[in-house]
C-alpha cells in the first residue's frame, strides 16, 4: 500500500522534471567569425573544395594504384626519394590493402 502512495508522489514529480521545454528547431547559435592575428592583415579564407571531375581525379591519386597496381606504389614511393627503396600496398585486409605504405632502406 506505501508503495503506490509513493509512487503516487514521485511519478508526478519525475514526469515534471523531463517535461523540460525543448530547444527551439531554428535557433542557431551566434555566428562564429574567426579574426586574423596580431601582424596579420586578414584571415585567410579557407581551401575551396574540389568539386565534380577534378574531386574524382583527386581521389584517384591518393591510392597511388593501391590496392590494384602494386607496381604504380612502388614507383611513387620511390620518386619521392630521401632513401624511400619502394612501397607496398598495406591497411585493413578487409578493406583490400587500400594504402600504399613507402619502405625505407
Known amino acids: ?42 584571415f585567410p579564407a579557407a581551401p575551396v573544395a574540389p568539386s565534380g571531375i577534378a574531386a574524382r581525379s583527386e581521389m584517384a591519386k591518393r591510392g597511388f594504384g593501391c590496392p590494384f597496381n602494386a607496381y604504380e606504389c612502388s614507383d611513387h614511393c620511390r620518386g619521392l626519394g630521401g632513401g624511400r627503396s619502394g612501397g607496398y600496398c598495406g591497411g585493413p585486409w578487409y578493406l583490400g590493402h587500400p594504402t600504399c605504405i613507402c619502405v625505407f632502406n
Open 1 to 42: 500500500m506505501q508503495f503506490f502512495q509513493i509512487a503516487a508522489l514521485v511519478l508526478p514529480l519525475l514526469t515534471g522534471v523531463m517535461a523540460a521545454p525543448a530547444p527551439e528547431a531554428n535557433a542557431l547559435p551566434a555566428p562564429w567569425r574567426e579574426e586574423a592575428a596580431p601582424g596579420q592583415e586578414e
